[in-house]
């Protein structure tokens, strides 16, 4: 399994994040080793939770269909344990914080990294708040990701570029996750100015959903994270096979094209 | 952060990174407005002029008399321009948002009572305002919808998730996240990330200081027990923050046990819930093995809420104040028995504070006076208890 930064090494990172469990965990397994075989550099696998407060529909929805298909954050560890060996591209779990307190802050770190998880996500636990977990997860050698927002303070910006590890998820701009309606500005400016703060690869995420404005982020950026647009365009394909990958294959590779084999 | 985020283990700021440069912002005007006496200036008159503070302390003979034991005070919240406490936390945070700058107000709201009293501020203020409701409570809370409307705030109607009011919350902070530049979140109890629980009670002990007060010049001595209703939590904090200091006065919280705590059917978060973080604070939660938030059941929309202000998670796991339930029909009981003792139609919400008051207070000797906070009017109930009345004659 390659480690988090290495997957950002020598080109444009495509990062995908897709609801563990919509509509089965059978289906995300059968999910996850295509999107790995179709050249995705980071895998995003979220935890369903019932009130996701920084994502908009598309998630919102595939967490209820998750949920209802009756995922737990127990089951889906045990999925990505027996998808261990399966699979090269780094798994990154990315979840809310009661998810992590009802299993438990310290058997969540050591079964995340027996089911072979690279990082963490937890999109309602800034960094001032989550130090237990960060070092929980470093102990076992998973990474704690954290983001920045468009309105982080250069001070905060700092705090936060100390602590991070694996990878910077910059947030394309204020609001929760899908499409934003609005087209992106360019981010160079965003981009370069979180840049002056760390070495770390930086992948830039929300609302980026076409090729275009996937091609338009990874002119700046380090990586380009696609959910909704991804969750969207599988949803009506339940669970046929068939229907998944002939829907996924050439969004993917769409999408693979825009974000560039090579770094520049 | 300039102030304690936490009391004991519960509080904190569990959320996304967007909002984290907001609440440091909120944080400094409102620390700022503490230390500032041209904010209090404003704020006393309106307090005494349009929401007709102080409010009175009342004590209600025929329920001692029914009693036949402790002496009974309300503290006559119902009586507040808007109909309950709501309005003490609306106008502050509202004069707050103007002095930051924020043009357009968001806030949720679940009976109504929270909308209205934002609404009301916000139009007094000439604020955009939207409040988010959940459609569940968009029904069964009709009358409050068309007074937001009247006063021109927009009522959004929440469809997502279980449809009531922590949906409502989900979708105000998705709101917030978007317009955080702009836009100003009137939260309504002592709930959500820091500053909020902190400064919501801070706007809402004003209860409970006239209390003391009131109580001193009508008994010379304070009060043996306070009791006031707990859904988030705001009313309850505000009449007991007052008397956390003296220990020798008992705070009961009473929660909603909608239809028995062990039906499941309930929003009884401390008697039943575990800490666990919902809507930014860390506090206890109503949520299952998985982490999922279980929806909570009342019959008043006012407490069916999963989750409870963090300040009242530390004063229950340090003992310093008690937290039982009520049952919707002990409410409903007791709301219907205070009608025709006192003369008072109090809210569903504040009949769970009355209902554990009926039920305990007629053993306590005749010299024990126990303080009720009677956060709002019942008007806006109407329609559950007529439809209630119309089945009971059914059956």
Not at chain 1, 144 to 160: S, Y
Not at chain 2, 255 to 274: D, M, N
Request: glycine letters at 10%; a negative charge.
């Amino acid at each position: 399994m390659k480690s988090l930064s290495s997957a950002f090494e020598g080109k444009k990172a495509l990062v995908t994040y897709i609801a563990a469990g919509d509509p089965d965990l059978d289906t995300t397994a059968y999910l996850l080793k295509l999107l790995d075989t179709e050249g995705v550099d980071v895998l995003e696998v979220g935890i369903p939770f019932s009130d996701p407060l920084a994502d908009g529909p598309v998630i919102q929805q595939a967490s209820q269909r998750a949920l209802a298909g009756g995922a737990t954050l127990k089951k889906i560890l045990g999925m990505l344990k027996d998808l261990r060996n399966e699979i090269s591209a780094p798994r990154v779990l990315m979840g809310y914080m009661n998810s992590v307190i009802a299993y438990g802050q310290e058997k969540f770190a050591a079964d995340a990294a027996g089911a072979g998880v690279s990082g963490v996500i937890i999109p309602d636990l800034p960094f001032h708040q989550g130090e237990k977990l960060a070092s929980l997860l470093r102990e076992q050698g998973v990474d704690f990701i954290l983001m920045v927002t468009p309105n982080t303070p250069a001070e905060r910006l700092r705090g936060i570029c100390e602590r991070a590890s694996g990878f910077l998820y910059c947030v394309s701009r204020l609001g929760v996750t899908g499409e934003s309606g609005t087209a992106g500005a360019s981010p160079k400016e965003y981009i370069d100015r979180i840049r002056s703060h760390t070495s770390l690869p930086l992948a830039l995420g929300f609302g980026v959903g076409t090729p275009e404005k996937a091609a338009l982020a990874a002119e700046a950026a380090d990586g380009v994270v696609v959910g909704s647009a991804l969750i969207s365009l599988l949803e009506p394909c339940g669970t046929d096979r068939e229907l998944l990958r002939s829907k996924a294959v050439p969004f993917l590779r769409s999408l693979r094209e825009a974000v560039g084999r090579t770094r520049r | 952060m300039k102030t304690s985020m936490y009391f004991g283990p519960f509080g904190g700021q569990y959320v996304p990174e967007t909002l984290v440069p907001a609440l440091d912002e909120l944080e400094k005007a409102y620390l700022a407005s503490l230390e500032d006496p041209s904010f209090s200036a404003e704020m006393a008159p309106l307090l005494r002029d349009y929401v007709g503070r102080p409010s009175p302390l009342y004590f209600a003979p025929r329920i001692t008399e029914s009693l036949g034991g402790a002496k009974v005070y309300l503290k006559r919240e119902d009586l507040n321009h808007t109909g309950a406490h709501k309005i003490n936390n609306a106008l502050g945070q509202v004069l707050l948002a103007r002095r930051m700058g924020k043009r357009r107000i968001i806030a949720e709201t679940g009976a109504g009572m929270h909308g209205v009293a934002t609404a009301t501020a916000a139009a007094l203020f000439g604020l955009e305002c939207v409040v988010y409701m959940g459609e569940e409570d968009v029904h069964r809370q009709a009358a409050n919808v068309a007074r937001m409307d009247l006063l021109g705030a927009k009522v959004v109607s929440v469809m997502s998730g279980t449809r009531t009011l922590k949906d409502a919350v989900n979708e105000a902070i998705r709101d917030w996240v978007t317009t955080v530049e702009d836009s100003f979140y009137v939260i309504g109890s002592v709930m959500g990330p820091h500053p909020y629980p902190l400064m919501v009670r801070d706007f809402q002990k004003i209860i409970g200081e006239e209390a003391k007060a009131q109580i001193l010049e009508k008994e010379g001595r304070l009060p043996d027990q306070v009791v006031a209703c707990v859904g988030g939590g705001s009313n309850a904090m505000g009449i007991f923050h007052a008397f956390v200091e003296h220990p020798e006065v008992a705070l009961v919280g009473v929660e909603a046990a909608g239809r028995g705590v062990e039906t499941g059917l309930h929003a009884a978060t401390i008697s039943a819930g575990k800490p666990g973080v919902l809507h930014g604070s860390y506090s206890y939660v109503l949520y299952d093995g998985d982490g999922q938030i279980q929806p909570a059941h009342s019959i008043s929309a006012g407490l069916d809420y999963p989750g409870v202000g963090p300040e009242h998670s530390h004063l229950a796991e340090t003992g310093r104040a008690s937290y039982v339930s009520a049952t919707d029909d002990e409410a409903v009981e007791a709301f219907r028995r205070t009608c025709r003792l006192e003369g008072i139609i109090p809210a569903l919400e504040s009949s769970h504070a009355l209902a554990h008051v009926y039920r305990s207070a007629g053993s306590l000797p005749k010299d024990t006076i126990v303080l009720v906070n009677l956060s709002g009017r019942g008007d806006k109930d109407m329609d559950t208890i007529l439809s209630l009345q119309s089945k009971e004659e059914q059956s």
